[in-house]
């Protein structure tokens, strides 16, 4: 696509809508203003400050010895650069400039972030903050996420935000970093793996580019890392496994501007198809179920990406909606025991739960009918939240009434501590039976195998298993709903509960006789029975 005279290619376009793509931003997007910062070369000479001369090749304007080499050599005659580096690089009259926010902008969300830097400057951390309104993770080397798996701000060769002696400056850090130590390799390795990587204002020569060329993994057929670069340096880049993209060349201090229209330009089309997108299908799913078919293939090409299924969620409250989706297949997932679910899916489950379970009872019974009566752990969860935290109105009880039964017919492991909220909420008399039949549930006993510590401690070639006797609910809870919820009104539910105890508690005791745990006088259930 052709954005204010550069071409992206379609591989990066689609990695920024689908969430592959990682910004990796050179010193080139700190020189603009209000940042005014130097590159690589300028920043050595301002160390140097002519203490020793960087070697020139002969005849030309062109640097032979390699900046980080340079620096090394100031070290070694006692200058300490990585403190006058960060001293530099920590002007307070410098700004954050319009690159650093478009380059943001591309990733939508705080969450979605993936921007890694080998500058030093707090920039990309401060525009963020300006940017989005939610927080996001940073990662300052040498401590680094995983390659293949993070978002958020990366600063690759330390910030001065940090101690000053983690600066990956010299040859002796870079080889640190890259080679001995080799954490920086580590992460950029598994990361272009995985991403569709875009260097933003970095030229040949940096140095960590040549760095970066030994930890690149062969190219395939299809180009996963790209470059905005001039014309003159495509050569270059290509030898490095860099796919250059071409942008004009301006003349004097604007040679570069092209680079933050394009990044501007396609940030601004990104958040204008983003907010296009959540229009039309706001105006479609508002509506009636459509009979046009390409409305209908323009929600399903939605449902397609968690961003996207928001905004379906976001306006979708009719049932007919609910019937369409479920014909489409994708409710199936939050019917069957123990299938995996992705993002998609919990959106699609808190939807159903919060636009049907009180409000439309009989269509979403309806759909559990069809889909085999079986909630899947995270429909569960959505359903369960829902009956706790709806607050105005508070679900009337033929609510409870109706979905607690389900919900007992598919508990997940560890779900039982959530029913515990929901029966305190059943203190009115309306709420009664629901309120025994959870009471019920929640005081059934089971058996916890564990170690039998009192036999490790005899020396034994033997392991020795025990076991322990436990509620499905909480200790807590069941005391606290036991005086909020039974104990005003125990006349009413005396004989019930009476029933419900002793049978949890005969229960519990013929496990314990399977174990051979049950003696004359005393069991386990002696100090819990109350």
Same mark, same amino acid.
């Given at each position: 696509?052709?954005?204010?005279?550069?071409?992206?290619?379609?591989?990066?376009?689609?990695?920024?809508?689908?969430?592959?793509?990682?910004?990796?931003?050179?010193?080139?997007?700190?020189?603009?203003?209000?940042?005014?910062?130097?590159?690589?070369?300028?920043?050595?000479?301002?160390?140097?400050?002519?203490?020793?001369?960087?070697?020139?090749?002969?005849?030309?304007?062109?640097?032979?010895?390699?900046?980080?080499?340079?620096?090394?050599?100031?070290?070694? $005659?006692?200058?300490?650069? $990585?403190?006058?580096?960060?001293?530099?690089?920590?002007?307070?009259?410098?700004?954050?400039?319009?690159?650093?926010?478009?380059?943001?902008?591309?990733?939508?969300?705080?969450?979605?972030?993936?921007?890694?830097?080998?500058?030093?400057?707090?920039?990309?951390?401060?525009?963020?903050?300006?940017?989005?309104?939610?927080?996001?993770?940073?990662?300052?080397?040498?401590?680094?996420? !995983?390659?293949?798996?993070?978002?958020?701000?990366?600063?690759? $060769?330390?910030?001065?935000?940090?101690?000053?002696?983690?600066?990956?400056?010299?040859?002796?850090?870079?080889?640190?970093?890259?080679?001995?130590?080799?954490?920086?390799?580590?992460?950029?390795?598994? !990361?272009?793996?995985?991403?569709?990587? !875009?260097?933003?204002?970095?030229?040949?020569?940096?140095?960590?580019? /040549?760095?970066?060329?030994?930890?690149?993994?062969?190219?395939?057929?299809?180009?996963?890392?790209?470059?905005?670069?001039?014309?003159?340096?495509?050569?270059?880049?290509?030898?490095?496994?860099?796919?250059?993209?071409?942008?004009?060349?301006?003349?004097?201090?604007?040679?570069?501007?092209?680079?933050?229209?394009?990044?501007?330009?396609?940030?601004?089309?990104?958040?204008?198809?983003?907010?296009?997108?959540?229009?039309?299908?706001?105006?479609?799913?508002?509506?009636?179920?459509?009979?046009?078919?390409?409305?209908?293939?323009?929600?399903?090409?939605?449902?397609?990406?968690?961003?996207?299924?928001?905004?379906?969620?976001?306006?979708?409250?009719?049932?007919?909606?609910?019937?369409? !989706?479920?014909?489409?297949?994708?409710?199936?997932?939050?019917?069957?025991?123990?299938?995996?679910?992705?993002?998609?899916?919990?959106?699609?489950?808190?939807?159903?739960?919060?636009?049907?379970?009180?409000?439309?009872?009989?269509?979403?019974?309806?759909?559990?009918?069809? /889909?085999?009566?079986?909630?899947?752990?995270?429909?569960?969860?959505?359903?369960?939240?829902?009956?706790?935290?709806?607050?105005?109105?508070?679900?009337?009880?033929?609510?409870?009434?109706?979905?607690?039964?389900?919900?007992?017919?598919?508990?997940?492991?560890?779900?039982?501590?959530?029913?515990?909220?929901?029966?305190?909420?059943?203190?009115?008399?309306?709420?009664?039976?629901?309120?025994?039949?959870?009471?019920?549930?929640?005081?059934?006993?089971?058996?916890?195998?564990?170690?039998?510590?009192?036999?490790?401690?005899?020396?034994?070639?033997?392991?020795?298993?025990?076991?322990?006797?436990?509620?499905?609910?909480?200790?807590?809870?069941?005391?606290?709903?036991?005086?909020?919820?039974?104990?005003?009104?125990?006349?009413?539910?005396?004989?019930?509960?009476?029933?419900?105890?002793?049978?949890?508690?005969?229960?519990?005791?013929?496990?314990?006789?399977?174990?051979?745990?049950?003696?004359?006088?005393?069991?386990?259930? /002696?100090?819990?029975?109350?």
């Amino acid at each position: 696509m052709l954005i204010r005279g550069v071409d992206l290619p379609g591989t990066l376009l689609e990695a920024q809508e689908n969430g592959s793509l990682v910004v990796f931003a050179g010193a080139g997007v700190s020189m603009p203003p209000p940042s005014n910062y130097p590159n690589f070369d300028k920043l050595a000479e301002d160390v140097a400050q002519g203490a020793l001369v960087r070697e020139r090749a002969p005849g030309s304007s062109e640097y032979r010895e390699p900046v980080d080499r340079f620096l090394g050599r100031l070290v070694k $005659h006692g200058i300490p650069v $990585h403190e006058i580096v960060r001293r530099i690089l920590s002007d307070p009259t410098s700004k954050p400039n319009p690159l650093h926010a478009n380059l943001l902008r591309l990733f939508g969300s705080a969450g979605a972030i993936k921007v890694i830097t080998t500058n030093f400057d707090p920039h990309f951390t401060s525009a963020a903050n300006l940017v989005f309104k939610d927080a996001f993770e940073s990662y300052f080397a040498p401590a680094l996420p !995983l390659g293949d798996g993070f978002s958020g701000l990366v600063y690759l $060769h330390g910030s001065v935000d940090k101690p000053a002696e983690r600066l990956v400056l010299t040859d002796a850090d870079f080889g640190r970093a890259y080679l001995t130590e080799g954490w920086a390799r580590r992460f950029l390795q598994r !990361l272009f793996s995985r991403y569709i990587v !875009l260097f933003v204002g970095y030229s040949h020569s940096d140095p960590v580019m /040549n760095y970066l060329a030994r930890g690149l993994p062969p190219e395939s057929d299809r180009p996963r890392r790209f470059a905005l670069a001039r014309e003159d340096d495509f050569e270059r880049w290509t030898f490095l496994g860099v796919k250059p993209i071409a942008y004009p060349n301006g003349t004097g201090d604007n040679r570069h501007s092209a680079v933050g229209a394009v990044c501007a330009a396609w940030a601004d089309m990104a958040e204008r198809g983003v907010l296009d997108q959540e229009q039309k299908i706001k105006e479609i799913v508002e509506l009636p179920v459509s009979l046009d078919p390409e409305d209908l293939d323009y929600v399903l090409e939605s449902l397609r990406k968690e961003s996207t299924t928001r905004f379906f969620t976001r306006y979708a409250r009719r049932p007919d909606w609910l019937r369409w !989706l479920e014909s489409k297949d994708y409710l199936k997932r939050l019917f069957l025991p123990g299938s995996a679910t992705n993002a998609t899916d919990g959106e699609l489950a808190s939807w159903f739960a919060e636009n049907f379970v009180c409000e439309h009872l009989d269509d979403a019974l309806a759909v559990v009918l069809r /889909n085999g009566q079986f909630l899947n752990a995270r429909l569960w969860h959505s359903i369960v939240l829902q009956l706790f935290r709806k607050k105005d109105p508070p679900p009337p009880p033929e609510i409870f009434g109706r979905w607690v039964p389900i919900l007992l017919n598919s508990v997940p492991p560890g779900g039982s501590h959530l029913l515990d909220y929901i029966l305190r909420r059943l203190g009115s008399p309306e709420n009664a039976p629901t309120a025994v039949l959870l009471f019920n549930h929640l005081t059934k006993l089971r058996i916890v195998l564990k170690k039998d510590i009192w036999f490790e401690t005899i020396e034994s070639e033997n392991e020795r298993v025990g076991i322990e006797v436990t509620a499905e609910g909480g200790d807590y809870w069941l005391r606290e709903n036991w005086h909020s919820v039974f104990v005003p009104r125990l006349d009413y539910f005396a004989d019930p509960l009476l029933w419900i105890v002793t049978s949890n508690l005969q229960h519990g005791h013929q496990m314990l006789q399977c174990f051979d745990k049950v003696h004359e006088r005393w069991d386990q259930l /002696n100090s819990h029975r109350m």
